[in-house]
């Protein structure tokens, strides 16, 4: 084990199955070079070379093109956006065809792509560099939906994301990419799509987040045991789609009250997901209406202050859970 | 909009409370915080004041009578408002009360602004016939067997949530704890009709007494130690203060006991503190209840911190206590929160007697009467004045040798008063 930034955490996995597999190959704007936007990829194009690190124009349509096409052909290209809100370029071949050759080649031919970059909002980029798309792809089958909150998470979970046979959209966020944690240095190290992790252990209230929520939800549990004495359960899917939504729903059986906290808009969006699997399979075991804490209905503002405002922080989580506990 | 009046929470440990004077009659002008009422509580007669200015419309439980915390007891709106939809409202609740099996007591309510707040949780519910319950409530109320129309929910709108069906079942666990057969044991022969007799209505402080009391002799598993102590030396140093002091200023042996058990406490920590399931709470200093016998029972004013105050101020403090408690002045925080108590009955000439744990307390000292009789000493018969005391020890927390010890730090004190000065 050794602390690890989550940036280095996912060099890390990438450069083992690309030590790992000569099928894998990177591509994207300034993976190779430049050592990458944010610096994920550095190191790697000056170990292994132009063949398996490439540059490439700034044309989203293409690349990810030219990766669905090498994977049909047998390669396990990782496609690296600069930021998702690009992948919206790509969006036709990312839905169109990733995640529906299996389905119309009648099986012949499968996709083992990964597409991958930072998801979400960052520091003042405004309307259209900080949006968080998990909503749009989960909404596609054929398509995987991968997002680590930890620096541990994201090597694990990055490395399965590569080994799998199916298109895999895995979201990081720029503002994780500094995080710190332990992560482990076997190469064997994975973890499974589709399992989720309980970040805190609680009684009284469940809060379900995802990627750059859950740092935020766990300090907010932190405060409300502090200062209510109620004990709160973190739970971080990890894994969109597949969702595990038994681990969901056996800490709701337990908690009776359920906050999902999301940096996503609300309409339509995964919290909305979860809300209806949850009245499903555990509508008897509930104490208050389920409550949503997601981005504003707007498009994100450049000032700091409204940026700030429409997103989730601990004081909303805090009301939230307040409120389903009916204190 | 007029509003309702509540039974306010007047006293910490009140489930009721009497009203026993309408300072406002139907019709009478009413301004904000103006004492509207007078009501006896379990412990003391405490004024109400109005949470809102108007006239007061209608009275719903007239003097004499009593209503339980959070019912309404009156309505106060504008001069001539309709209040015929309020009245309905409150009989249908009534109607639907009176099907249970279970009558839920109100919800405790710590404030007068709580109570303000509370109207909708109350009625709500069972509006239209249609009741509001969490899906959780729902199902624990069904696995109970408790009928929901019965629940008064505490959720927005007075939805029934968890908590409400929780508090529910603690009571009527609670209600199973006491043996049911005491009432059969002591239910008359029907037959023959023994003798005339006339009923009163028992008082909140009768009934007070009786809950609290029956809690301990109950769940609290009682031993009681007795120790005889020879007071001549007491008596004199009694005497010796009292020569000190102007009439109104005396002290009474009384104080001399508190004081002394004030300090025995310090040194014997396990009296002086409070068994409480998974840990035990000690006190860090002697707040001592003297019990005072008062016309409808009795009341223990609280001397804090006595292990900290001299005689005299514990005297003084003692003779405007048990003044106040006689006029039933006494404010909650001044006859709650004791570490400790002392009943003396020594006044009414009796020798020894037990006396009831008042939990959470740990222990209580019975003390009997300070009389002369012959005692052998070395050979000789002398006459010397023994006082009984008697400490109820609950033995939770303290065994039998920790209060054998601490009788025998009391009994040094007294029979060498100086020792206190040490």
Redesign the interface.
Known sequence: MAELTMRDALNQALREELLRDERVFIMGEEVAQYDGAYKVTRGLWREFGDKRVIDTPISELGFAAIGVGAAMAGLRPVIEFMTWNFSILAADQIINHAAKMLYMSGGQFNIPIVFRGPNGSAYQVSSQHSQALEAMYANFPGLKVVMPSTPADAKGLLKSAIRDDNPVIFLEQEKLYGTKGEVPDDPDFTIPLGVADVKRQGKDCTIVARSLTVPIALQAAEKIEKEYGVSCEVVDPRTIKPLDIDTIVNSVKKT?RLVIVEESHQFCGVAAEITAQVNEKA??????PIKRISSAEAPMPYARNLEAAALPDVAKIVAAVKEVC?L | MASKIFMPKLSPTMEEGQISRWLKKEGDEVQLNEPIAEVDTDKATMEMTALESGVLLKILVPEGASAKLGQIIGIIGKKGEDISQILAEINSAESAEKTSFEKEPAQPLETAETVSEQPSTSTTTVEDGRIFV??????MAAEHGIDLKTVKG???GGRI???DIEQLLAKVEHKKEIPAVLPQVFKPAEATSVSAYREEATTPMRRTIATRLAQSIGPIPTFYLTVEIEMDRAIEFRQQINTRLTEEEKVSLNDIIVKAAAMALMKHPFVNSSYRDDKIRFYEDADIGVAVAIDEGLITPVIRKANRKGILEISREIKQLATRAREKKLQPEEYTGATFSISNLGMFGIKQFTAIINPPEAAILAVGSAMQIPVARNGNVEIHSIMHVTMSCDHRVIDGATGARFLQTFKQMLEDPISMLL
């Open positions: 009776n509508f008897d075991y509930l104490d208050a009916y | 969490s899906p959780i409530a729902a199902r505490s959720g927005p949530i968890k908590r």
